[in-house]
C-alpha cells in the first residue's frame, strides 16, 4: 500500500490517511500470524500448499478492502470486498457508480492491485525469498494458471523470478510507449498497464479505453500488449532468454492462440460491416480490440459492445469462455484445455468403432500423460458445473437470464463486463447480496484453477493422512 499512500501525499489527497491506517493494520495482521504459527521444518506438503495459497487470496482481498471502506469510497464492506477481490483476481468488475469522482490514491490502487495480482501474491513472494524452501514448489503449483506450471529453471524461486521480470519488463514498456508515443499523462500511463498487463480491466475512466478513441497510437498500443499478456509467459523466455523462436512459432497453443483471435476479430468485423453499417476501418478497429479485451480477459472496452448485433455478442461470449493461453495472466478455460477436450473427444469417437486401437493424446509432437489429460477434463468438468449452478443462483436471486448467465461467465473467466445490465456501459452495484456473494467466490475459484480452491470443500481433504 506504500505506492497508493504515497501518490496520495504527494497530490494531497483526501484519501491517504486511509492507506495509512490499512498499512499499519496488514502489517499487524503479518506479524500477528508470524509470531503465532508454530516452527516446524519449513517444507509445505502439497495439502498444505493448496490451503495456503487460497488462504492468502482471502485474507488478501480482506485487508486490500480497508482502504475502500476507511475512505468511504465505498458504503459496505461486502462491496469493497468485492471490490478488492476483483482487483486481486484481476477480474474487473467493479461495484463503483462514479469512478472519475474517487481520489487518485483509491483508482491507482485498484489497478495496482490488478497488477500485484496479474503474476501472483503468492508467486511474488516465492521469487523474492528462500524461506518458504521445499514448499515453494507447492505454492507455485498452487497458484499459477494452466494445467502443468513450466519450470524455466531448475529453482522454483528462479522460475518464479524470471516470469517476474518478462512482466516487469512488459510493463514498463507498455508505460514509455504510453507515455512518450501517446503522450499521456504519468497516473493514465501507470493505470493503463496496471490494467493491461495482468489483464485485469480497471481503469480510472468511466468510458475505460473509449475514452481515449481518439488517440489511435494507445487504442492500438493498449490492444498490442493485451494480445501479448495472453501468450504463455514461457515462451518469451525461450525468445529472449534462449533464442528459440522456433519453441514459439511452433507451439500448438500459441498457434491456436492467434489463430482464435484472428478469426474471431475478422468474423465481429465482417458482422459490424453488414448489420451495424459501421465503417470497414472503424469495424476492424473496435473488432480486434474487443476480441483482444474479451479473449485476454482484460474487459477494457471501446465500444458498448452489449449494442452490437446478436452474432457479434455471442462471440464474445465464447471467447469469455475459451480464454487465452496457459501460463498467461488471462483468466478462463484456456486454449490448452480446449485443444485437449476437442482432441479426447476425436479420440473417443475413434474407440467406438475402433475399441482395440491405442491412439496417445500428442499436442506438438509430444504425448500428453494420460494424469494429465483426466486433470484438465476434469478442470473443464467443474468449470461448466459451477458456470450452471453460478446461473441457477444468479437467476435466483431475480436477473434475468442474460444478466445472470454472462455475470457468471465474466467473473469466474477473470473478464469483467457481462451482458445484459452488467454491461459494457453499466457496473455490478445493483446485484443482490447473495449474488455479490456468489460471484466473489466465481473470481477467486476462477483465478486459482477451480482445484486449488475447490479441495477445501472436499470432506477427505480434511480427514487424509
Known sequence: MALPLVWSLSCQGTDSRSFLISAVVTLGTGVLLWRLAPRGEG?????????????????????????Y????????????????????????????????????????????????????????????GPILGLGAARLFEAEMPGPQPERLKASVRHTARVLWLLYCGFSILEFVLLRLGGRLPVFDCLTITFGTMPTGGFLHRGMSIGAYGANVFVTSTVTCFMVIAGVNFALYYYLFGRRQPGRVFGNPEFRSYVAVFVGASLLIAFDLVNNAGQAIGDALRH?????????????????????????????????????????????????????????????????????????????????????????????????FGVLIIGFLVMSGVGLDHVTAFSSVAATLGNVGPGLGSVG??????????????????????????????????????????
Open 69 to 128: 471502506v476507511l475512505s468511504g469510497t465505498l458504503g459496505s464492506y461486502l462491496d469493497a470486498y468485492f471490490e478488492a477481490m476483483s482487483g486481486f483476481t484481476t477480474t474487473g468488475a467493479t461495484v463503483l457508480t462514479s469512478i472519475e469522482s474517487q481520489p487518485q490514491g483509491i483508482l491507482l490502487w485498484r489497478n495496482f492491485t490488478q497488477w500485484i495480482g496479474g503474476m501472483g501474491i503468492v508467486t511474488l513472494f516465492v521469487a523474492l
Open 424 to 465: 459494457p456501459t453499466a457496473d455490478y452495484s445493483s446485484i443482490p447480496a447473495l449474488g455479490k456473494v456468489t460471484l466473489v467466490l466465481c473470481m477467486l475459484v476462477g483465478r486459482l484453477e477451480f482445484l486449488t480452491v475447490m479441495v477445501l470443500v472436499s470432506p477427505a481433504f480434511w480427514k487424509w493422512r
Open 287 to 383: 473488432a480486434t480490440f474487443q476480441a483482444a479485451s474479451i479473449q485476454t480477459t482484460t474487459g477494457f472496452t471501446t465500444a458498448n459492445f452489449a449494442a452490437w448485433p446478436v452474432f457479434s455478442r455471442s462471440l464474445l461470449l465464447v471467447l469469455m469462455i475459451i480464454g487465452a493461453s496457459a501460463g498467461s495472466t488471462g483468466g478462463a478455460l484456456k486454449i490448452v484445455r480446449v485443444l485437449v477436450v476437442v482432441k479426447h473427444a476425436f479420440r473417443q469417437i475413434v474407440l467406438a468403432f475402433s475399441p482395440r486401437s491405442v491412439i496417445p493424446l500428442r499436442l506438438g509432437g509430444s504425448t500428453m500423460p494420460e494424469s494429465t489429460v483426466s486433470a484438465i477434463l476434469g478442470t473443464c468438468t467443474l468449470y
Open 43 to 67: 517444507n509445505l506438503t502439497r495439502r498444505e500448499g493448496l490451503a495456503l495459497v487460497t488462504g492468502v487470496w482471502v485474507l488478501g482481498s480482506a485487508l486490500g478492502a480497508l482502504p
